[in-house]
C-alpha cells in the first residue's frame, strides 16, 4: 500500500488525503479545530505530505491528537480556575501556525533541497536534508513537551514555581513549572521523537538531540514567559510556542552538528 502511495504525486495524495480527512472532521460532533482552523491544518497537512511524505505526516497528526487529548484533561477544573485554553481547547489558525510553522519551514527547506537546483555538493545536500528532518522532529518534540508539561501541571500539579525565583505561585501562572508537568513534558518529547525514529526520519542518536533540545527548549519558553511576556502584550502565546519551537529546532540541529564535528 505505501509503495503505491509514494508512486503517486506526493501533492496529489496530500491534497486528496486531507481532503476526506477535512470532510469528516467537519461533520463529527466532535470539534477540535475553528472553522477557520481546520482549513489552515488542512494547507499544514497538504505542505508536509508534499515534503516528507507520510513519515512527516505520521509526526504532526501523532503530535495533533496527542496535544489536543492532553489539552482537555481536567478541562473542567481548569476553566473553573480560569486556566483553560480557550474555546475549550479547540484550535485556531493561530494555533496551528504557533506550533507548526518551524516545523513547515524546515520541511519546505528538505523539499527545495529535494528539488536539487541548488549549486552544492549532494554530500552536502545529504547533511543539510537530515539537519533540516531533525530539526522538524525537534520541533514537534518541544511542542508536544510544553503542550504536555503546560497541561499536565495546570491539572495535576500539586506544587507550582517560577521558573525564574523558584517561589511558589498558583498553577496557570506564565513561566511557572511544577515536577507533574515536567516529568510530563520529559514523556512526551521522548515519545514523539521515538516516533519519528519509528518512521526513519531519525537515527536513535537524533532521538536523544530532540529530547534534549526539547528540554531547553521548554525551560527557556518558561523564562519567557515569567519574564517578557507580562511585559510586551505583542509577545502573545502563539508568538512565543513559534520562539519555543525555533529554539528546539536550532539546538537539536546544534547538537546534532557539533557531535557529528568532534565526536563523530
Known amino acids: 500500500m505505501l509503495a503505491l502511495i509514494n508512486s503517486v504525486n506526493p501533492w496529489l495524495v496530500g491534497v486528496a488525503l486531507n481532503s476526506i480527512l477535512l470532510v469528516v472532521a467537519w461533520i463529527a460532533p466532535k470539534k477540535l479545530l475553528t472553522s477557520a482552523g481546520y482549513f489552515h491544518a488542512w494547507l499544514l497537512g497538504v505542505l508536509i505530505w508534499g515534503t516528507l511524505g507520510w513519515q512527516g505526516y505520521i509526526v504532526v497528526m501523532f503530535y495533533f491528537l496527542v496535544g489536543s487529548f492532553v489539552t482537555r484533561i481536567g478541562m473542567a477544573q481548569k476553566e473553573a480556575e480560569g486556566i483553560a485554553e480557550k474555546r475549550s481547547g479547540a484550535r485556531g489558525p493561530e494555533n496551528v501556525w504557533g506550533s507548526a510553522l518551524i516545523g513547515t519551514l524546515c520541511a519546505l527547506g528538505v523539499g527545495m533541497l529535494d528539488l536539487g537546483t541548488l549549486p552544492v555538493t549532494q554530500s552536502l545536500i545529504a547533511d543539510l536534508r537530515s539537519l533540516l528532518i531533525l530539526g522538524y522532529v525537534a520541533s514537534f518534540s518541544t511542542k508536544l513537551s510544553d503542550t504536555c508539561a503546560s497541561e499536565v501541571g495546570k491539572a495535576y500539579g500539586k506544587s507550582t514555581f517560577l521558573i525564574t525565583t523558584l ?11 511544577s515536577l507533574e508537568g515536567t516529568l510530563a513534558g520529559v514523556v512526551a518529547s521522548v515519545v514523539i521523537a521515538f516516533v519519528g525514529w519509528a518512521v526513519g526520519l531519525v537515527e536513535l542518536l537524533g532521538v536523544l538531540w530532540c529530547v534534549v533540545a526539547a528540554f531547553i527548549a521548554t525551560n527557556l519558553e518558561s523564562v519567557i514567559g515569567a519574564t517578557l511576556q ?8 502563539e508568538l512565543v510556542n513559534i520562539l519555543n519551537t525555533l529554539i528546539g529546532a ?15
Open 167 to 177: 517561589q511558589p505561585v498558583p498553577r496557570g501562572t506564565e513561566g511557572a513549572v
Open 230 to 237: 507580562s511585559k510586551y502584550t505583542w509577545l502573545t502565546n
Open 250 to 264: 536550532i539546538a537539536a540541529i546544534f547538537l546534532a552538528w557539533f557531535w557529528a564535528i568532534t565526536v563523530a
